[in-house]
């Protein structure tokens, strides 16, 4: 059966401190055997209801280069119970290393399997997709690997040979994995599928900005680009390599619970259990609101949009829109209406003037987003404040926490904004943004928002990572970065021809679980009291009261971690 929820509401991002470990892990030792008969150990979690009558999609997890331990088995169970779907630690080096490696042997193993012999790492990750696709509980055509580090590693190169592929792997999902050019140099790849009849899985990587250089994230793009594979991949700034590891000194509460999320709602689309379709709200209800720049005197109009005053609290949180380079028009206003829906007060602003807003030809559209944002980048900037302190003088609008989000032109403006040292919000959103190194300003001190860019991996647009990357952490900014390959620049424009449903909806997901996290939310009539914001400089997000777990609690990351935010413009048909 079918339930279709039409978004008319979504879900805010819930935001707590803890994630944590379950109290025990809940799993059931196997014994089996590798392709050459080599004896191996691994642990399965099943939930509950599993059966051959109702089979379950199931997670195969490659473990970091410690091989199978209670961090995987707590994984596991975790999958299970959290999301129904049934979890396999697999073993890697084998029945005699069960109950440990020494540490002196880690890096030997691992090197062994990863560097010296890849085939029979491939073979040993076989094994284990081969082992869960025989369980009769088990729906043989949703199964993914997920792989930690030294695994996180593995998965990818299992994903991306062709002579590994099996049918049965739907998608891979990588958490602080390895990602240099080494571990791709001797696998079999192909730009072509021979045959037509091989199904590369999908693939998320995820990422930390001090683990991973950006050099071989874009080394990486290009190899998924060539082995014909879909992919994403998220990077977050500042985090050390094995953030996802509790009790570890990486360990990082915020993007543990941030990654696990975004793991969720990736494999949840591909086994099938969510599905998105467009079901525009148009534009009724959105005012429209004449003011001017002081800066020059320029008569400007832009949109505003209210959430309904008997479902929300007031004052709310605010978003700025800055349009793409055919000045503000219906689009912006729809995107207005959409937050408006979420509880959000949201306003699309002018940059070019209430003269210049429809239809505009080819050459004014250059002329125009080339004036501000390469030849009078202080202008724009003076645009974007000026429609800021615009919003943040309603009394409605609670002034301390407002975003600002920007398409295309509008998306190279706000990080604009943001490398100039402006702190009039707390987060900027960059959607298909152009990030070509003469639009990047001189960093005026420090970065103030929170900077999310999310890009096609096809959009030429995107400009250097490595130089976006450099230049964000020269001005200690708390920066996100996701890129869909097969993307194309306008991905959200729901009328061209580059639209891409699901990049829509992960980019804008992301965005609103940023806000969730930064800013305090929406807060509907009859609530108790608004969720508290976050704090600043790279901390945990702060816990609402009560709510957090403690490790060993047994507390579920989905719900009591970042709650991912639903995406009001589509419909979600839950399976």
């Known amino acids: 059966m079918k339930f279709v929820a039409s978004l008319l509401f979504a879900l805010i991002p819930t935001i707590v401190a803890q994630g944590g470990p379950p109290a ?4 059931e030792r ?5 392709a050459e008969g080599a004896a191996l150990v691994g642990f399965l979690s099943m939930p509950e ?5 109702s089979p379950v999609p199931a997670v195969v997890i490659i473990p970091d280069w410690n091989n199978v331990d209670d961090y995987e088995k707590l994984r596991a169970t975790m999958i299970a119970q959290e999301l129904g779907w049934a979890s396999f630690a697999a073993d890697i080096y084998g029945a005699e290393y069960e109950t440990g490696v020494p540490d002196d042997m880690r890096g030997t193993l691992a090197g062994t399997y990863r560097n010296e012999n890849p085939d029979l790492f491939m073979q040993r990750i076989a094994a284990a997709v081969d082992q869960v696709a025989a369980m009769p509980e088990i729906d043989s055509s949703k199964i993914a690997l997920v792989g930690y580090c030294f695994g996180g590693s593995g998965v990818l190169m299992f994903a991306i040979d062709d002579s590994s592929i099996n049918d049965n792997v739907a998608a891979v999902v990588s958490f ?5 050019p080494h571990v791709f140099d001797h696998r079999n790849m192909s730009s072509t599928m021979e045959g037509g009849d091989m199904i590369k899985p999908e693939i998320l990587v995820l990422s930390g900005g001090n683990d991973d250089a950006s050099s071989d994230i874009q080394t990486l793009e290009m190899t998924l680009d060539n082995s014909t594979n879909l992919w994403e991949i998220t990077r977050y700034w500042g985090i050390e390599h094995a953030w996802t590891v509790w009790g570890g000194d990486a360990y990082n509460e915020w993007a543990d619970i941030r990654s696990w999320e ?26 429209t609101v004449d003011y001017t720049d002081a800066t020059d005197g320029k008569a400007l109009r ?3 949009a209210q959430p309904n005053a008997s479902m929300y609290v007031t004052p709310s949180p605010a978003v700025i829109i800055i349009p793409n380079w055919d000045g503000v028009n219906t689009y912006e206003q729809e995107r207005a209406k959409l937050l408006s829906e979420l509880g959000y007060v949201a306003f699309a602003a002018d940059i070019y003037g209430a003269d210049l807003q429809t239809d505009l030809s080819q050459d004014v559209r250059i002329e125009q987003s080339s004036l501000y944002r390469a030849d009078n980048v202080s202008l724009f900037v003076s645009r974007m404040q000026t429609a800021i302190d615009l919003v943040k003088s309603y009394d409605f609008v609670d002034s301390e926490n407002v975003a600002m989000m920007g398409y295309c032109f509008g998306g190279t403006g706000v990080v604009q904004y943001a490398f100039m040292g402006m702190d009039g919000v707390k987060v900027v959103g960059a959607f298909h943004g152009n990030f070509e190194e003469s639009l990047l300003p001189a960093i005026e001190g420090p970065i103030v928002p929170y900077t999310m860019i999310l890009s096609g991996g096809n959009d030429g647009q995107h400009g250097n990572q490595t130089l976006v990357e450099m230049m964000l952490n020269n001005g200690t900014a708390e920066w996100e970065i996701s890129r869909w390959s097969g993307v194309d620049h306008g991905f959200t424009e729901w009328e061209s021809e580059a639209y891409n449903l699901n990049a829509d909806y992960r980019s804008w997901s992301a965005f609103l679980t940023a806000m969730g996290e930064k800013m305090v939310t929406p807060v509907r009539v009859g609530d108790a009291e608004a969720p508290v914001a976050a704090p600043t400089e790279g901390e945990a997000p702060a816990p609402t009261e009560g709510s957090a777990p403690t490790e060993g609690s047994g507390a579920s990351y989905l719900q009591s971690g970042v709650i991912a935010s639903l995406l009001l413009l589509l419909s979600i048909t839950f399976m």
């Open 262 to 287: 975004s793991m969720v709602e990736f494999l949840k689309e591909v086994f099938g259990e969510t599905s998105f379709e467009y079901s525009p709200l148009g534009v009724d209800g959105v005012e």
């Open 30 to 34: 196997m014994e089996y055997a590798d």
């Open 24 to 27: 025990e892990a809940l799993v």
């Open 49 to 53: 209801g599993a059966s051959a009558e």
């Open 176 to 180: 602080h994995g390895g990602l240099g």
């Open 302 to 304: 832009g949109y505003l």
